[in-house]
């Protein structure tokens, strides 16, 4: 959802901070507190800054147009961004429950005061050609955002913005749904403290519980040094499936219903799909080449692919010489094995 607002983020974040004058930083809060005492506050100053920027009588200049629209776009990403990280990765339930509700109020503000609201478009693109062509960069920059605009349907009358609009809330929802869904589904194993052989002291001592078992979430803190240390390939693939089962079956129909949601936005924009849309504006510029992009790869990357496959397999039938093949599961155990022995081989030589 944070991928269509990166658009207005290039005018503010890479062109030179000598035209648009300094910002300072939101401070960051690590218990979530002070988001969930301000937000509300950013989302009203944001909304009168945009008023402001939408009233303003007079030629439009850098100074009274761009600067001031540079400073909102700021301060509404950098709240935008807290609540989307305290949604995903804050400790507190609660905190992630009111932090998601507000990711939804920003994705609102979003869709209807940023990229779909008119009057910022005609204030942008009444921007003095001349002031502006004095610089290449700038100049740019504008004429990639006011094409995003037209893309997402700016010109298409009323009637078809509030749709649109409506459309987008729904994606939103969706979207922080499923997003919801997966921080929530956090999966747990318990396991034998003999069964993690080859895993650090520290990491079983942490986890052990009082039966003597071993707690293992989904978390990637969790399951990462599985993969790579593990000896057991029971273990690597138990907890392997625990991690990439996550969401499953609840992400399910809110996956199915995005991917219609994003198709029909496509076709009211004109778009075959949300593939053709997505990659128009992108180095690849079309579906098909994406596809040609990867096939090439696949082919170029294929010899040497299985060269590293066949050594990773090769680590693997010193424990298992019957072996046929290398699990998905058994890759970062054998990579990691493969590497000690070739610094120690490095170290000898």
């Not at 004058?21 to 800054?49: C, M, R, W, Y």
């Not at 920027?53 to 709240?79: D, H, M, W, Y």
């Not at 949604?87 to 979003?110: G, L, T």
């Not at 919801?180 to 079983?204: A, C, H, M, Q, W």
């Amino acid at each position: 959802m944070l991928r269509r607002f990166c658009v207005l983020l290039w005018l503010s974040l890479l062109a030179n901070p000598t035209i648009y004058g300094k910002v300072d930083n939101v401070p960051f809060d690590g218990t979530g507190k002070s988001f969930i005492a301000s937000h509300q506050v950013a989302l009203e100053e944001v909304e009168k800054e945009l008023q402001s920027i939408e009233s303003f009588s007079g030629p439009r200049t850098i100074e009274n147009t761009l600067i001031p629209f540079r400073q909102t776009v700021q301060k509404f990403s950098n709240a935008y961004y807290e609540a989307y990280l305290f949604a995903n990765a804050h400790p507190d339930k609660s905190i992630r429950d009111k932090a998601f509700a507000a990711v939804q109020r920003f994705a609102k503000m979003e869709s209807e005061r940023f990229l779909l609201n008119p009057k910022l478009f005609q204030a942008l693109n009444s921007l003095d050609p001349k002031e502006i062509k004095q610089n290449t960069e700038l100049s740019n920059q504008l004429a990639d955002l006011l094409r995003e605009y037209r893309r997402a349907g700016i010109d298409k009358g009323a009637v078809f913005l509030d749709n649109l609009q409506k459309l987008d809330a729904k994606i939103n929802k969706t979207a922080s749904e499923f997003s919801k869904n997966l921080t929530e589904d956090v999966r747990v194993i318990y396991v034998r403290p003999e069964s993690l052989e080859g895993l650090p002291k520290d990491y079983i001592e942490n986890r052990r519980q009082k039966n003597g078992l071993i707690k293992i979430t989904s978390n990637y803190p969790d399951t990462r040094p599985v993969s790579k240390y593990a000896k057991s390939p029971a273990v690597r693939r138990q907890v392997y499936l625990l991690g990439r089962q996550r969401g499953f079956p609840k992400n399910v129909e809110p996956l199915k219903a995005l991917l219609e949601l994003r198709r029909e936005k496509a076709n009211m924009l004109g778009y075959k799909s949300w593939a053709h849309y997505s990659t128009e504006t992108k180095m690849s510029g079309s579906p098909q080449k994406v596809i040609q992009f990867l096939d090439d790869v696949k082919k170029l990357s294929y010899d040497t692919a299985m060269k590293d496959y066949n050594l990773l397999l090769a680590e693997k039938r010193r424990d298992f010489p019957s072996a046929k093949n290398l699990a998905v599961y058994d890759s970062a155990y054998y990579e990691n094995l493969y590497k000690k022995e070739c610094l120690i081989w490095m170290g000898k030589s």
